[in-house]
């Protein structure tokens, strides 16, 4: 097997279909990432970003459609290519979705010790250090129900990182947060971004995401409608899907920073 | 009627009566881990099984919930099992035995009971979990065992303590096929003393008072296995 070079994209979706109900609701999606890039996903609600964020690592099923990580297309008929695939691709969901029977040090190494069949020394270890790196060594013996959401968000991204994933996918990881909690789990996507992590995430912080996506992918209907750079799409003069969007919600929330639900870099 | 000759009866046959409680608790020990031990896996077929595999379940479950259990004690006794300690190769296993009859069917029969009480308490967890579980590269099998049993498990005690304290009663069929627990050392005590009365009320008050500790002993484990700070919407 060759080693991808520098130029292969890490994670590739090539036509992905994905029928529920009758509607399209992904209507053949393709996208690629590089190495350390950090492409974002906005919309409205329904446009079917978190459908192509659970095609990406079938926790649904595409209809049709190829996946490729690092130029290798994904067989999902191998329950063990896919679970291989799977611990390469880190996940963050909008409700956490921690294992509530376990402790936030449990959370993080029951997959070392169960997927990757670390001992339990090791597990501990590297948990720890993954806790400490979102700041939350000190909650290690909590459970889910005793911590707050911007900690139970940080826990679970904790548990993702804990896996070395080439690739981590966030689907509105902040949505479900109250609005003082948003920023600290921001700060620590932001630092994973920074430090090079390649990133696909859905969100609607769009002055957040602005400042350190490398793209922005516009969807609507389940079509990828507009994609290009922040600066392209909601620079000074630009007339885009993007920016109408963006400045409806920064009417709503004071999100964007322009002035008078201007939503301009 | 005279309350000192009736408890003086009583007293004198509580011996006897409690040499019964073994086989009483023989039964129920029995029958709940059977129910447990084949109600856990029917409740996962049936959750996330193929849709044949959860067809099978759902008929197994109406069946042995369907038939009542005299009938399933005759039918196991006197048909199914006396058939089968006849064949060649199983005869000296002791299936003819009424005790192993009236385990096999209170278990049976718990088990479909039972199954219906782990699926609730599978199908009550955030469907987010598993998903969470095989984005880490879970299999569905991992998944199953280390992320929903054993909070599936802990949820379903509440309603398995309740369960044990029907089968409880249950067990006292037994004896129409000669199992010689409490109800049937009732039966017989009874008519020799001619205290029918008092006898039947001692086997009331044994069956409550093994009611009462399984169903606090129950109470105390699911205590000691709660999660921190965990409860259920609309509890607490």
Not at chain 1, 144 to 163: D, T, Y
Not at chain 2, 158 to 186: C, H, Q
Not at chain 2, 193 to 200: A, G, I
């Amino acid at each position: 097997m060759s080693q991808p070079s520098e130029t292969t994209p890490i994670l590739e979706a090539r036509g992905l279909v994905k029928v529920l109900g009758g509607n399209r609701v992904l209507d053949s999606v393709s996208l690629s990432i590089g190495r350390g890039r950090v492409k974002v996903l906005i919309g409205p609600s329904g446009a079917g970003k978190s459908t192509l964020l659970q095609c990406l690592n079938f926790l649904m099923p595409p209809d049709s459609g190829h996946i490729l990580l690092e130029g290798r297309e994904v067989n999902a008929q191998s329950r063990k290519e896919l679970c291989a695939f799977r611990q390469q691709v880190g996940m963050i969901f909008q409700d956490f979705n921690l294992f509530d029977h376990l402790s936030a040090l449990e959370n993080v190494r029951v997959a070392l010790m169960k997927v990757k069949g670390m001992s339990k020394l090791d597990a501990t270890e590297r948990a720890i250090a993954e806790l400490k790196r979102v700041g939350l060594a000190d909650r290690a013996a909590n459970y889910p129900a005793n911590l707050s959401g911007g900690q139970k968000q940080r826990v679970a991204i904790a548990r993702a990182l804990a896996m070395d994933p080439k690739v981590m996918l966030l689907d509105e990881p902040t949505s479900a947060l109250d609005p003082e909690l948003i920023g600290e789990v921001l700060s620590v996507i932001r630092d994973l971004a920074q430090g090079g992590m390649t990133m696909i995430m859905a969100t609607h912080q769009i002055s957040f995401s602005a400042s350190l996506a490398d793209e922005f992918i516009f969807m609507e209907k389940g079509r990828v409608v507009e994609q290009g750079s922040p600066a392209e799409l909601l620079g000074r003069g630009v007339s885009s899907r993007t920016q109408s969007f963006c400045s409806k919600i920064s009417e709503l929330t004071g999100e964007g920073g322009g002035a008078s639900g201007e939503c301009r870099l | 009627m005279d309350f000192s000759v009736a408890f003086n009866a009583a007293r004198e046959a509580l011996p006897y009566m409690l040499g019964g409680v073994g086989w009483t608790v023989g039964l129920i020990v029995g029958a709940m881990l059977l129910g447990l031990c084949m109600g856990v896996p029917l409740a996962v077929v049936q959750v996330y099984g193929p849709k044949p595999a959860r067809r099978a379940v759902g008929l197994y479950v109406w069946l042995f919930r369907g038939i009542p259990i005299l009938v399933q004690l005759y039918i196991f006794y006197f048909g199914i099992l006396s058939w089968l300690s006849n064949l060649p190769g199983l005869s000296g296993l002791g299936l003819d035995s009424p005790f192993i009859a009236a385990v096999l069917v209170l278990g049976l029969t718990s088990s479909a009971y039972q199954s219906q009480i782990f699926r609730g308490a599978i199908q009550s967890l955030p469907a987010g979990q598993l998903k969470a579980a095989r984005a880490l590269g879970m299999t569905d099998a991992q998944a199953i065992f280390t992320i929903v049993l054993p909070q599936a498990l802990r949820l379903s005690i509440p309603a398995w303590s309740n369960e044990y304290s029907i089968l409880l009663k249950d067990s006292a069929l037994a004896f129409t096929i000669g199992v010689v627990e409490i109800m049937a050392r009732m039966r017989a005590i009874a008519s020799t003393t001619h205290e029918p009365v008092s006898m039947t009320f001692l086997a009331g008050i044994i069956f409550f008072v093994l009611t009462w500790v399984g169903v606090k002993t129950l109470a105390l484990l699911e205590n000691k296995v709660r999660i921190a700070g965990y409860t259920r919407q609309g509890a607490a």
